[in-house]
């Protein structure tokens, strides 16, 4: 059973491209997770999604960034206009479907951005 | 709320115990503990629901005291491959789909 897979590992994009990241869940999970981690500090939520569906997107700015995951293929976090702030490690996390509160999440090995 | 974790750093001996602990001003549903190395994924270790349990995975383990919101690891003989840096995650909702961690305890242990 393959994990959550995450593309591409690393990404380089000058000030003012965007960038895509996809994440793959592992078989059988309905639920992703998009985290952001700058060098030396820990995971930040950013969205949280179902198929089709944005359940909580509390912790993803406002302006240039948005989330997918649509019927069909991965999900996609899309960053417009980045800008070197932007640089960081993206982790995506996939958990199954459920309404038990006690499900682990996944994470993929993570996408690295670097804006340059 | 951000979970406070403590120490942020500890620097053990192979065999030495260590203790790494989380705090939330808030009531807490659960506390998810993960461990990641440098470069890698985050690595799910366990859950703790409220209700004190302890769980153990190999020889670690973790406690949860509800009264006091605040869940502790420990990691006992530790081994060379325990190093990495500890993140507890917490969930308010009860739903464990909306985690806030903390800002991590980098542990390394020494030959």
């Known amino acids: 059973n393959a994990g959550v897979m995450q593309n591409p590992r690393h990404l380089v994009r000058r000030r003012g491209q965007e960038a895509r990241l996809r994440c793959s869940p592992m078989?059988?999970?309905?639920?992703v997770y998009w985290y952001r981690q700058l060098p030396e500090e820990g995971l930040k939520f950013m969205v949280y999604?179902?198929?089709?569906?944005?359940?909580?997107e509390s912790g993803m700015p406002k302006e240039r960034f948005s989330a997918e995951f649509p019927k069909e293929g991965p999900s996609i976090l899309r960053i417009q206009q980045v800008v070197r702030g932007d640089s960081a490690a993206y982790f995506c996390?996939?958990?199954?479907?459920?309404?038990?509160?006690?499900?682990?999440?996944?994470f993929g090995p993570g996408t690295r951005l670097t804006v340059t | 709320q951000q979970p406070v974790q403590s120490p942020q750093a500890v620097i053990l001996r192979e065999g030495e115990d260590a203790v790494i602990n989380c705090s939330s001003s808030?009531?807490?549903?659960?506390v998810h503990w993960y461990r990641q190395k440098h470069g890698e994924a985050p690595v799910f270790l366990m859950i703790l629901l409220k209700g004190g349990e302890q769980k153990g995975h190999e020889k670690i383990s973790a406690s949860f005291n509800e009264k006091k919101q605040q869940s502790s690891l420990y990691l006992t003989a530790s081994q060379l491959s325990y190093s990495g840096t500890y993140f507890c995650?917490?969930?308010?909702?009860?739903?464990?789909?909306?985690?806030?961690f903390g800002s991590g305890t980098q542990l390394t242990v020494l030959p």
């Open positions: 996390a996939s958990s199954p479907p459920g309404v038990q509160g006690t499900y682990e999440q996944y």
């Open positions: 078989k059988g999970h309905s639920h």
């Open positions: 995650g917490t969930d308010r909702s009860g739903s464990a789909r909306q985690l806030t």
């Open positions: 999604l179902q198929k089709e569906n944005i359940i909580d």
């Open positions: 808030k009531a807490l549903y659960s």
